[in-house]
């Protein structure tokens, strides 16, 4: 006698189906007529699938392959006796873990023994493909135009800068027509800056040498207008007289000791913390 | 990514190409109406690419963008229960027919989102249940088994504890199971 509650359940079908289920439950389905009807019936429903085409299937589809897969549900035997469901049934957890094939051998041997796990567990299952089928919507064609005219490319590099040009050129004639017309008025303006320079050099070297002349002028002179207003304060006498060399060369090495000492005080404040430091702080 | 971040506009439209259809229908989902969800999808693409200098290639492209998008849809959602969930009427509405058309009628509030579109569009009983969810739990339900992200993945993108995401999700599907119930009968 078959003894109803090692039917195969829909788990086993599929590993039947990958020709992975082991020895002793295959035993069970050469001997049970139940299990083997439901096993073929799978094996045809799978077959009329895969010969499908690959298009998003219907809402329905879910319900059209379980409503045959419940087909196999073992059938509860009048002899049977109900085994006591035991606690607890199971959890959401429990439901995903079985969902993906990979609830642990007790839990299972609970859903085998429970009905309303088992219900709760094809709901689930059920639930799960239609959301797995539900197909993804379309939007407006030139989502991409439309997001692109609005992302600012980043320039890393003159190869991206070129490519980034060329690319709006390409989008954008009039952006061509104005970038040339520059680009021509600026080459055309340094030719023809080089062109009267190569025929004017005695002009050119007259000019930078009274160029150079004035600036040599105006700088002795604001040299000597700056000396004479420093002679003219009363503090000039006393504070020359104060300014001995030794003096001079204490003051500059004070600088330069304070200057050195805050130099490494700011890297020390500028340094990154220690990575034991930083996760204390963190 | 590699040549998105260097700047190269086919990678940016090919990362458009690639994910415009899941964003889109993860907002729309969300949103329920598609020229908000085309706007908010529009919004998703400008900031995540504005933004790519930003990005930490150790994390998954595609859970990037599902979190800006995500974020935009419930932003607005929040925005719209702040404008909506009166029963006094919008804020901004000033005359007597403002304030009847923008007040709550109790009991319609799953009712007033679903236009004509969603009837033609979103009209199977699943996408009606799925609109009858609350924000959260929507965007969980549809990013674990529409989007096929791992809870661990899914907690990352929402900034949420794993057990919350756990329970949002079988809550979530406790309740399309009640949904749905007159499916099976």
Redesign the interface.
Do not use: C, W
């Given at each position: 006698m078959i003894d109803d509650a090692l039917h195969l359940v829909p788990e086993e079908l599929d590993l039947w189906l990958e020709g992975r289920l082991p020895e002793s439950r295959l035993s069970h389905l050469e001997t049970c007529d139940l299990c083997r009807t439901a096993a073929e019936e799978i094996r045809e429903v799978v077959s009329h699938l895969e010969r499908l085409p690959k298009a998003a299937p219907s809402?329905r589809f879910a319900?059209l392959v379980m409503a045959r897969v419940r087909l196999a549900s073992p059938e509860p035997s009048p002899s049977a006796v109900p085994a006591p469901a035991p606690v607890p049934h199971l959890t959401?957890?429990d439901?995903?873990a079985w969902v993906l094939g990979v609830l642990p051998p007790e839990r299972e041997s609970h859903l085998r023994r429970c009905p309303e796990c088992q219900a709760l567990a094809d709901?689930?299952r059920v639930?799960?493909m239609?959301?797995?089928a539900?197909?993804?919507?379309?939007?407006?064609p030139g989502?991409?135009d439309?997001?692109?005219r609005?992302?600012?490319?980043?320039?890393?590099s003159l190869a991206?800068a070129w490519?980034?040009w060329r690319?709006r050129a390409g989008r954008e004639p009039r952006t061509v027509g104005i970038t040339a017309a520059v680009a021509m008025m600026l080459g055309g303006s340094i030719a023809a800056s080089a062109a009267w320079t190569a025929g004017h050099q005695e002009v050119i070297t007259g000019a930078g040498n009274w160029l150079v002349g004035q600036a040599q002028q105006w700088w002795w002179q604001g040299a000597g207008l700056v000396t004479a207003l420093l002679q003219r304060q009363p503090w000039y006498d006393s504070m020359r007289s104060a300014l001995t060399p030794g003096r001079i060369a204490a003051l500059s090495g004070t600088l330069l000791v304070l200057y050195a000492g805050g130099i490494m005080l700011l890297r020390r404040l500028l340094a990154p913390p220690p990575a034991d430091t930083a996760r204390a702080l963190s | 990514m590699a040549l998105a971040?260097?700047?190269?506009?086919a990678a940016?439209?090919e990362l458009?190409?690639r994910y415009?259809?899941?964003v889109?229908?993860l907002i729309?989902r969300m949103v329920r109406d598609r020229q908000l969800?085309?706007d908010l999808?529009?919004e998703t693409?400008?900031k995540a690419?504005?933004a790519?200098?930003t990005y930490r290639p150790e994390f998954k492209f595609s859970s990037w963008i599902f979190k800006i998008a995500n974020n935009a849809a419930i932003d607005h959602l929040r925005r719209r229960e702040l404008v909506t969930l009166s029963i006094d009427g919008a804020p901004h509405a000033t005359s007597a027919e403002d304030i009847e058309a923008t007040a709550l009628q109790v009991g319609d509030k799953a009712e007033t989102p679903l236009d004509e579109l969603e009837a033609r569009?979103l009209g199977?009983?699943?996408?009606r249940a799925i609109g009858q969810l609350r924000p959260e739990y929507r965007s969980c339900?549809m990013l674990r088994?529409?989007e096929?992200l791992a809870y661990e993945e899914i907690a990352q993108l929402l900034d949420l504890p794993l057990g919350t995401v756990?329970?949002y999700?079988?809550r979530a599907?406790?309740e399309?199971?009640d949904l749905?119930a007159h499916?099976?009968d």
């Open positions: 809402p319900d959401g957890d439901l995903d709901q689930e639930l799960v239609r959301l797995q539900l197909p993804l919507f379309d939007p407006r989502l991409a439309r997001v692109m609005q992302v600012d490319l980043p320039v890393t991206t490519r980034h690319v | 971040r260097e700047g190269r506009e940016y439209r458009i190409r415009e259809r899941p889109f229908s729309l969800a085309e999808a529009q693409f400008i690419l504005n790519i200098g569009e199977s009983a699943i996408e339900i088994h529409v096929g756990k329970t999700i079988h599907r406790h399309l199971r749905l499916l099976r």
